[in-house]
Nanobody, 117 residues
């Protein structure tokens, strides 16, 4: 069983920055494709950013140029650095880990990010 735990959420003013972390309890992180999603009440969970096990990166158009995804396989962690935050970035952010070798997929419990003045 793979456990995924997010941290780093909080409250920030518009224009501010925040970095989320995702710790994965797995023997080898290098076989996992990792991603961040977010969800606001009443809406579906939406894709934010993805980094594959071979470091191919994709972003949602809404966060391009503002968010940066990265991973440290030795530390078994993934990160999302968010800058120039906007009120519409307010959501619960979820870490997703998906095996590159099977259909296994794992989610964290989420961490709240609130952007308001």
């Amino acid at each position: 069983q793979v456990h995924v735990v997010e941290s780093g959420g909080g409250s920030v003013q518009p224009g501010g920055s925040l970095t989320l972390s995702c710790a994965v309890s797995v023997r080898v992180l290098g076989i996992l494709n990792m991603a961040w999603y977010r969800q606001v009440p009443g809406k579906e969970r939406e894709f934010v950013a993805r980094i594959t096990y071979y470091n191919n990166i994709n972003y949602a158009d809404s966060v391009k140029g503002r968010f940066t995804i990265s991973r440290n396989d030795a530390k078994k962690q993934m990160y999302l650095h968010m800058s120039d935050l906007k009120p519409e970035d307010t959501a619960v952010y979820y870490c997703n880990a998906k095996s590159s070798r099977s259909a296994d997929e794992f989610w964290g419990q989420g961490t709240q990010v609130t952007v308001s003045s």
